[in-house]
């Protein structure tokens, strides 16, 4: 659970850049001289980068960005191996990445546009420090360009030559924003939306999770009216609105509750439900939640966490759902908890996936999972769906 600012952009919803080279290539130089800042530690000792070190920045014309700046994928020995090993990872959260070469070899370079092709994250090739080359010929660039597959910017990150290109190449490749806003369609300017956010044990005192203030900024940002209670004081709010609210957006642990209460006219849907339409695929989602109904004591579930908290009384992932889930089951279910960026690279013994909203991963990363759980023919699902799944309400929810 993280505690920010209204107007503050979270590390998950901005655009994650890597940089992928070889040791010594200069992917930190190049950081530093993206920024106009030295946050990235610069050597000409080879390797001097050892694992994936992330920078939020705002970057004109891209805006909130995340750099990531990777170890060389030519890294050698044990240490070397796990070193490539977490760069690879980086592959799964990267929404545009930068290959930065001298072009000494291009072998290395063509295997990780490869891996990146496959992974379908765009990517630009940059030629760096031709401050030290009398000329660029354009043949080299043409033939680059042609077995890397991709554009290749000449640049220097000693005096900024070509920085100006990247930038705007960078522009080029972010992605269409097939996100739409949290609460997509279910809301519009002037409507009435009622939150209920209980204040268990699991809220932080004097502060609201991740998807309620992301949630409340969305509003603010359409214009809606936004009315905020506890599931104790549901009737006095919806008492004291002229009329029903619009829509009606809890946390999933209430559905029952709230849905019992909702006007007729009234839509419902949960936080969670909303992340999981922002982060991942709503609709594979919803089918998964059905292998709940063909589970037996002898079948796996998988429970995924985005974050790594320190677990209260009645956590939902921990004790809730595995709770609901064995009572409607059997006591023999068995659920393994994994939490942050532990995820089996194999899940196929499993017969659910269920996680989180995932609200600290970034949306590049959620869909990594859910396409391995795809290619694996392994369903997969989040909390809230989960919920409004065992409690027969599901169909009773709107989904964004």
């Given amino acids: 659970m993280v505690n920010q600012s209204l107007n503050s952009t979270p590390q998950s919803e901005r655009l994650h850049i890597a940089l992928f080279g070889r040791r010594n290539a200069g992917k ?3 950081i530093n001289a993206l920024t106009g800042q030295q946050i990235a530690l610069v050597s000409d000792m080879p390797g001097t980068t050892t694992d994936p070190v992330m920078k939020s920045m705002e970057i004109l014309p891209l805006g909130p960005c995340v750099l990531i700046d990777t170890a060389g994928f030519d890294d050698t020995g044990k240490v070397g191996d796990l070193r490539v090993e977490r760069t690879r990872e980086v592959i799964k959260q990267t929404d545009i990445a930068i290959i930065v070469t001298d072009a000494s070899s291009l072998d290395d370079e063509m295997r990780w546009a490869g891996l990146l092709k496959q992974a379908n994250v765009p990517y630009v090739t940059v030629l760096n420090k031709v401050d030290l080359m009398k000329e660029v010929p354009s043949t ?8 890397l597959g991709c554009d ?14 990247l930038r705007q190449t960078l522009a080029g490749l972010m992605p269409e924003s097939d996100k739409q806003s949290l609460t997509g369609s279910l809301a519009q300017k002037g409507d009435t939306v009622l939150l209920v956010m209980p204040q268990d044990p699991q809220a932080p005192k004097g502060r609201l999770i991740l998807p309620q203030v992301q949630t409340l900024r969305d509003l603010m940002d359409k214009g809606c009216i936004a009315v905020c209670c506890t599931t104790e004081d549901i009737d006095s709010s919806l008492a004291a609105l002229r009329e029903p609210p619009r829509l009606i957006i809890t946390d999933s642990q209430v ?33 998964s939640a059905m292998a709940i109904d063909r589970m037996t004591e002898q079948s796996r579930v998988l429970i995924a966490e985005a974050c790594t908290h320190a677990p209260l009384a009645e956590d939902i992932g921990r004790e809730k759902i595995p709770r609901m889930l064995r009572q409607r089951i ?12 532990d995820f089996p690279e194999d899940v196929t013994s499993y017969d ?11 949306r590049k990363f959620m869909l990594s999972r859910v396409e391995q759980c795809r290619r694996q ?3 997969m699902t989040n909390y809230g769906i989960t919920i409004a799944h065992i409690k027969g309400i599901l169909d009773k929810v709107s989904l964004p």
């Fill in 28 to 30: 930190s130089s190049l």
């Fill in 377 to 379: 023919g392994t369903p």
């Fill in 140 to 147: 080299l660039l043409a033939d680059m360009a042609k077995r």
């Fill in 152 to 165: 290749v910017i000449p640049i220097s990150a000693q005096n900024g030559t070509g920085l100006e290109v």
């Fill in 330 to 341: 059997g006591q023999g279910l068995t659920v393994d908890i994994v939490a942050g960026k």
């Fill in 255 to 287: 559905f029952d509750i709230v849905e019992k209460k909702k006007p007729a006219g009234s839509l419902l849907t949960s936080f969670s439900v909303l992340m999981a339409a922002h982060k991942g695929d709503i609709r594979f989602f919803v089918r």
């Fill in 352 to 362: 659910l996936v269920i996680h989180c909203g995932g609200c600290m991963f970034n």
